[in-house]
């Protein structure tokens, strides 16, 4: 109804709704234009509506907005009426700041994605009137299920995190080759270590007469390996370039640590042979007893494919970039890594570099005329993608625990990804934890996915009861464990005999383990893969499949099924000689799990 008091004159008719109004002294142009007005049109909003801020809404003085008609579900109060007519009239909503449209910024189906779940900041208060009543009922956010919304966030995290793959890198190579320098000096180069700190390493190196070992010391953090200048535990670290996110695992390189560098080869997706250039050094290390050609092999067993080959220290003086030096040592190295299983042409990679000056570590070394490669940062940033098993149930092998605010493991996401809430069960104690948090190179994340080396908080278990080689895993598709589980082994370097009976150390993931050996199934054909039943021992050089028993009940899968719970390594009084994979679990004591 029009008020009384807006009234142009005695022509104007009382009500637009009384047929007689128009009669009398009006116009008949006026009558006619009346007559022709579509009284049932819906409500007009002018387009430059704009939504007030609940702190800036006026007093209400208690009147009650009526809703005009279709627009019953909504909420009346004022501050989302404005924009919930607009929202249902399909009209453009204009910022009162960009007055002008703009075709950048055009509505899109993910524009109303973000405002069915209101994480959009202008439409904080709109509400979906065809999903107002079900919201309230079905415990929904903003007319999306919270399971759906959870997807969503997810599938958003996800898509923030696959920017940079997630690689890691373990160093290898023999003692004293520069593996640890090197790590440093990348991570200098990449900017994760400041200028500052790397002079004061140098002080408190030249303090005590190691003044050439203060790059290493980016990664060798603890007293005994600064004093000694070995590297005793697995250093890790990151890096990123400008397509993946790295994650170094400094491997040490003496022979009474060969247990731990297996443990960061277990861990790791490309490795790179340092290689030390210096007259002696490289023949120490290459020759029988030395650890380049082990850790090679090593790495070959835990799966690694990609390897790069740093031929260290080649500013040296005794070598001076010497191409005749360097054409040498590829020589040398070729044949042994194509007898190991390296495919040459597609899987190594040979560069010559300096650790100490960074020559062909970040830019290409300009006075280096034996190679005209690109540079190892460059090298490693154009690999191609890892296949990453992320439809298979989650496993994450952790290989290291410590207190920080509650328990913390660190390890690899092998398969499937975690998400904070998470309740999961850890094997082969078979407690269930709940993953409290979890933390990527010191920064706190939502989920973990395939592939990325994380922190995880956990609760339900104390720190004590948790090893190394345990593995978190659903609750509903635990990880098998067992102590007795037949396996496929080659026998490398074993001088004696190997009968019923004999036992030594095995290294399965990040597992160390006690087994023995109950009984030697069938001896595998080198050539014709034929078995032979009925053996009574093996030797060196052959093949056979055996049957383990394990002291300690270890988590452990087929071949077929998880590759990485698989491989394993036998040693003896520091000497690896044999190698496999498990085909079968025998006793798998996971499906006593409640």
């Known amino acids: 109804m029009i008020s009384s008091s807006l009234k142009m004159s005695n022509n104007t008719p009382d009500a637009w709704d009384d047929p007689g109004g128009c009669t009398g002294n009006a116009p008949p142009s006026l009558a006619q234009d009346m007559s022709q007005l579509n009284v049932n049109a819906s409500a007009f909003v002018p387009s430059f509506v704009t939504t007030i801020s609940p702190s800036h809404q006026p007093a209400s003085n208690n009147v009650q907005s009526v809703p005009p008609p279709g627009f019953s579900n909504l909420p009346t109060n004022q501050g989302d009426s404005a924009i919930s007519r607009e929202a249902k009239l399909n009209l453009p909503l204009i910022s009162s700041e960009n007055p002008t449209p703009d075709d950048s910024q055009a509505s899109s189906p993910m524009d109303w994605e973000n405002r069915a779940t209101g994480t959009e900041e202008s439409d904080e208060n709109w509400v979906d009137p065809d999903s107002f009543t079900a919201a309230s009922s079905n415990g929904t956010e903003g007319g999306m299920s919270r399971a759906a919304k959870k997807r969503a966030d997810r599938k958003k995290d996800e898509s923030d995190k696959s920017r940079r793959e997630h690689v890691n890198i373990v160093f290898i190579g023999h003692v004293d080759a520069g593996k640890s320098t090197i790590g440093g000096h990348l991570l200098y180069l990449t900017g994760m270590v400041d200028k500052r700190t790397l002079e004061k390493y140098e002080k408190e190196a030249k303090e005590k007469n190691r003044e050439s070992w203060y790059l290493s010391w980016a990664l060798d953090t603890n007293l005994e390996e600064r004093d000694k200048g070995k590297t005793v535990e697995t250093g890790r670290a990151f890096f990123e370039t400008e397509k993946k996110h790295f994650t170094i695992l400094d491997a040490p390189g003496h022979k009474s640590y060969v247990p731990n560098m297996i443990g960061g080869a277990a861990m790791a997706d490309v490795a790179v042979l340092v290689i030390s250039a210096r007259r002696g050094e490289f023949e120490t290390g290459f020759e029988k007893g030395g650890q380049t050609q082990e850790h090679a092999i090593l790495v070959k067993i835990a799966g690694v494919k990609q390897l790069v080959v740093l031929v260290n220290k080649m500013d040296d003086p005794t070598v001076n970039w010497d191409a005749a030096r360097y054409k040498d040592i590829v020589n040398k190295l070729k044949p042994f890594l194509k007898k190991v299983g390296f495919n040459l042409k597609t899987d190594v990679f040979f560069i010559p570099c300096s650790g100490q000056t960074g020559a062909n570590l970040k830019d290409k070394f300009g006075e280096c005329p034996l190679y005209d490669g690109p540079s190892f940062l460059e090298y490693i940033d154009c690999l191609p993608p890892f296949d990453r098993d992320s439809d298979s ?56 996915l395939v592939g990325e080396t994380v922190k995880i908080g956990i609760k339900g278990i104390d720190e004590d009861n948790i090893f190394a080689g345990m593995v978190l895993c659903p609750i509903n598709n635990v990880c098998k464990s067992t102590q007795l589980f037949d396996c496929k082994v080659v026998v490398m370097d074993y001088k004696s005999i190997i009968c019923p009976g004999f036992s030594c150390v095995m290294h399965v993931h990040s597992t160390t383990a006690e087994v023995e050996i109950t009984h030697i199934i069938a001896l595998i054909d080198r050539k014709t893969a034929n078995k032979t039943t009925g053996i009574r021992f093996i030797k060196q050089d052959q093949i056979a499949i055996v049957r383990f028993r394990s002291r300690a009940t270890i988590c452990v899968e087929s071949f077929k099924d998880f590759p990485k719970l698989a491989r394993f390594t036998l040693r003896e009084e520091q000497r690896t000689i044999a190698f496999g994979t498990v085909l079968k679990v025998i006793d798998d004591k996971s499906k006593s799990v409640a």
């Open 393 to 448: 149930p989650m496993r994450f092998i952790i290989a290291d625990k410590h207190k920080d605010k509650g328990t913390m493991v660190l390890g690899k996401v092998e398969s499937g990804s975690i998400d904070v809430g998470d309740s999961l069960m850890i094997m082969p104690v078979r407690e269930k934890v709940d993953v409290v948090c979890i933390i990527v190179d010191d920064e706190e994340r939502d989920n973990a």
